[in-house]
T-cell receptor
Framework: DAEITQSPRHKITETGRQVTLACHQT?????MFWYRQDLGHGLRLIHY???????NKGEVSDGYSVSRSNTEDLPLTLESAASSQTSVYFC?????????????FGAGTRLSVL | RKEVEQDPGPFNVPEGATVAFNCTYS??????FFWYRQDCRKEPKLLMS???SGNEDGRFTAQLNRASQYISLLIRDSKLSDSATYLC??????????FGTGTKLQVIP
């Protein structure tokens, strides 16, 4: 069965360190998204990609970067982790051309920045 | 005004009760609408799409009111397993969706 997997599931890091969260999907979807979820804010879009070598900023992109070198993967990098980036991170994918844009989510990565 | 607004709840209802949630959206050009379900500390999962004519899936009924710019979710005969947070999702533009902050439902034995 097609799926979308995130790793690690839990991560503790220190302020100032670079951290990369992995996202891998086997749906063969062109669209991939990264969200963070915090109490009171719901899901907020960090970055997204519509295909290989395409990346776009979402509403909360400062301090984050992504790259898309193949269809399956969209790693999220925190250049210099800050305590404000402690959150739960979800990766999602959807099919390009799907007018409804139904998104399928990974299980999430819980990141703590100390 | 937020693009998508939901009552955070919690809605505490007894088993077997009927419960309804509303969600309002601000952009009249919004194209498609969904309800997602999210269990505690887990990923959101699509519950159902919402069509203009209304649609039903077992005990769940979704309605769209474009004139008043809201969607609703009705759950009949609530089960303990329905306890979760329900996210309203609106597709505002091509490939761009916005999530509400969710409504928490707790079904009580």
């Amino acid at each position: 069965d097609a799926e979308i997997t995130q790793s690690p599931r839990h991560k503790i890091t220190e302020t100032g360190r670079q951290v990369t969260l992995a996202c891998h999907q086997t749906w063969n979807h062109n669209n991939m998204f990264w969200y963070r979820q915090d109490l009171g804010h719901g899901l907020r879009l960090i970055h997204y990609s519509y295909g290989v070598h395409d990346t776009n900023k979402g509403e909360v992109s400062d301090g984050y970067s992504v790259s898309r070198s193949n269809t399956e993967d969209l790693p999220l990098t925190l250049e210099s982790a800050a305590s404000s980036q402690t959150s739960v991170y979800f990766c999602a994918s959807s099919e390009y051309g799907d007018a409804k844009n139904i998104q399928y989510f990974g299980a999430g990565t819980r990141l703590s920045v100390l | 005004r937020k693009e998508v607004e939901q009552d955070p709840g919690p809605f505490n209802v007894p088993e077997g009760a009927t419960v309804a949630f509303n969600c309002t959206y601000s952009n009249s050009a919004s194209q498609s609408f969904f309800w997602y379900r999210q269990d505690c500390r887990k990923e959101p999962k699509l519950l159902m799409s919402v069509y203009s004519s209304g649609n039903e899936d077992g005990r769940f009924t979704a309605q769209l009111n474009r004139a008043s710019q809201y969607i609703s979710l009705l759950i009949r005969d609530s089960k303990l397993s329905d306890s979760a947070t329900y996210l309203c999702v609106v597709n505002i533009a091509y490939q761009k969706v916005t999530f509400g902050t969710g409504t928490k439902l707790q079904v009580i034995p």
